[in-house]
């Protein structure tokens, strides 16, 4: 079946930088997609990577191996604000998307 | 800028009862995407339509009907709706399909209870 993993909930502090894993089992592969999405709000697109290696975006930063089925996303200089859930979604073969169940990330002072 | 807007926001049915949602977008986008997001689960396509005038099923259609008649806006009909059927939806749209890596615009989400 196709798979998408990504850790529950994180905790990190304001200024810090953290990393949100995600893994990914899918029937071929087009392309890997983050998203943040806020408590009772839409999903916002973050970033997309299709090619192996790092694209940043200011604080944001997506990483991708396709050999490992590995993605991250790197958040540095964290602000109160970046409190969200981070969605990351994989396009298989078929170009369907496959949606994780989101990483929930909790910004203390 | 209104993006995507859905209506309604909140809304409470019983066993049984129909209801339609709406989805309008003002981005003059030919792709257009219904989904549910439940706890603990990403978020699954319903249906989905690639121009005015089509429709296609997505990974979880059954119980859902849709209709785009036009090119701005999308319906989602519960014909009959289920507990099951108690979920958050979002619709989508994007420019350029999913397939050249259509960035994806959402509204923000229509809270359904079926008691």
């Not at chain 1, 995600?22 to 697109?45: D, M």
Request: glycine fraction near 10%; include cysteine.
């Amino acid at each position: 079946g196709q798979n998408i993993d990504q850790p529950t909930e994180m905790t990190a502090t304001e200024g810090a930088i953290v990393q949100i894993n995600c893994t990914y089992q899918t029937s071929g592969f087009n392309g890997l997609f983050w998203y943040q999405q806020h408590a009772g709000e839409a999903p916002t697109f973050l970033s997309y990577n299709v090619l192996d290696g790092l694209e940043e975006k200011g604080r944001f930063s997506s990483f991708l191996s396709r050999s490992k089925g590995y993605s991250y996303l790197l958040l540095k200089e964290l602000q109160m604000k970046d409190s969200a859930s981070y969605l990351c979604a994989c396009m298989d073969s078929n170009y369907q998307l496959i949606w994780g169940a989101g990483t929930k990330l909790i910004i203390k002072p | 800028n209104a993006g995507v807007t859905q209506t309604p926001k909140f809304r409470v049915l019983k066993t049984g009862q129909s209801m339609t949602l709406l989805c309008a977008q003002d981005m003059n986008h030919e792709y257009m995407y219904w989904y549910r997001q439940d706890p603990g689960m990403g978020l699954r396509l319903i249906h989905y339509s690639v121009g005015e005038g089509t429709t296609a099923k997505g990974e979880v259609p059954d119980g859902y009907n849709v209709s785009r008649l036009k090119k701005q806006n999308f319906l989602l009909g519960l014909e009959s709706a289920a507990p099951s059927q108690t979920s958050v939806y979002f619709c989508a749209s994007s420019y350029t399909p999913i397939d050249s890596a259509g960035e994806l615009f959402f509204g923000e989400g229509s809270r359904l209870t079926v008691l």
